[in-house]
């Protein structure tokens, strides 16, 4: 069985050991390992993506990362996008919307951001923040929250349908995790930049959060778009897990190197005359 498959919410998010491995035997230095040989396929695959995108082929890749503070989404970042070549990724932090983009409907700053043809997208965090911190701290009308569940899932199919794949993960932890990895930042100079006094306001509703992140996971876990929950308290095999659903995703396209969009007989005797 796939990662992919292994990942799919099946139980309560409640349920979920955050210091689980799913569909990963070794330890934690096997895990650093094993993400090391993962790194270079990705960095070949990304580039035959890339190369297909220069010459008319639609196809995308766009990672999605959700997850409480703490849990990981910037180490990700750091790991398994870092795997590829810079210029065939593009980033986007999605922060509390500015007042222009609160003026247009909530997908109109995500739709901006989708990955160009030949490109991997990386959200550290994305539209689902408008159904999550969004709907914990009501800071829209219950029946706007409501409706946004649907209009993700036709946003998620549409970019599909044009040649997109979607990588949605949940990275997973617990609150005694938090309350660890909050404690680190507070004992390391070179941590203080990542605490956020703010951040334990949200801890304070932990509950509300996870009960918003039960129902993205029920409402737009999609056949063309499933959810991953990925066990995030050990870090080494939250990032080898996601970097695995991203090289599966890859490996299901079938890259192949394009051809040429010319004749390389006449160019091999143009260049011989140089
Ligand atoms: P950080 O990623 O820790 O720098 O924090 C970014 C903050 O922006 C988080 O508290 C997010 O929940 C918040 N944020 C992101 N998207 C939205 C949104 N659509 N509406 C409200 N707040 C958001
Ligand atoms: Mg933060």
């Given at each position: 069985m796939s990662l992919s498959e292994q990942l799919r919410p099946s139980i309560p998010l409640t349920d979920v050991d955050a210091r689980s491995t799913p569909g990963f035997d070794g330890d934690m230095a096997e895990a650093k390992a094993a993400l090391k040989q993962i790194r270079s396929e990705l960095a070949e695959l990304q580039e035959r993506l890339y190369a297909n995108g220069l010459t008319g082929d639609h196809r995308s890749v766009l990672l999605v990362l959700q997850g409480m503070d703490t849990s990981g989404k910037g180490g990700v970042i750091e790991k398994v996008a870092g795997a590829v070549n810079p210029q065939g990724v593009a980033i986007t932090t999605f922060k509390k919307p500015t007042e222009d983009e609160l003026a247009h409907d909530f997908l109109w700053r995500i739709n901006k951001a989708l990955p160009a043809a030949g490109k991997i997208g990386v959200f550290?965090?994305?539209?689902?923040?408008?159904?999550?911190?969004?709907?914990?701290?009501?800071?829209?009308?219950?029946?706007?929250?409501?409706?946004?569940?649907?209009?993700?899932?036709?946003?998620?199919?549409?970019?599909?349908?044009?040649?997109?794949?979607?990588?949605?993960?949940?990275?997973?932890?617990?609150?005694?995790?938090?309350?660890?990895?909050?404690?680190?930042?507070?004992?390391?100079?070179?941590?203080?930049?990542?605490?956020?006094?703010?951040?334990?306001?949200?801890?304070?509703?932990?509950?509300?959060?996870?009960?918003?992140?039960?129902?993205?996971?029920?409402?737009?876990?999609?056949?063309?778009?499933?959810?991953?929950?990925?066990?995030?308290?050990?870090?080494?095999?939250?990032?080898?897990?996601?970097?695995?659903?991203?090289?599966?995703?890859?490996?299901?396209?079938?890259?192949?190197?394009?051809?040429?969009?010319?004749?390389?007989?006449?160019?091999?005797?143009?260049?011989?005359?140089?």
């Open positions: 550290d965090r994305s539209h689902y923040e408008d159904v999550l911190i969004v709907r914990v701290h009501n800071l829209q009308p219950e029946g706007e929250i409501e409706r946004r569940y649907e209009a993700i899932n036709e946003f998620e199919q549409a970019y599909v349908e044009g040649g997109g794949t979607i990588v949605k993960c949940l990275l997973h932890v617990d609150k005694a995790t938090q309350k660890e990895r909050l404690a680190a930042r507070l004992e390391d100079p070179e941590k203080y930049y990542k605490y956020r006094p703010g951040d334990l306001d949200e801890r304070a509703v932990w509950d509300a959060y996870t009960e918003a992140y039960q129902l993205v996971l029920d409402r737009c876990s999609t056949d063309i778009a499933p959810w991953h929950v990925v066990p995030s308290g050990h870090k080494p095999y939250r990032n080898w897990a996601v970097a695995t659903l991203l090289l599966e995703a890859l490996r299901d396209l079938k890259l192949e190197w394009p051809a040429p969009p010319f004749d390389i007989e006449a160019e091999k005797k143009r260049v011989a005359a140089l």
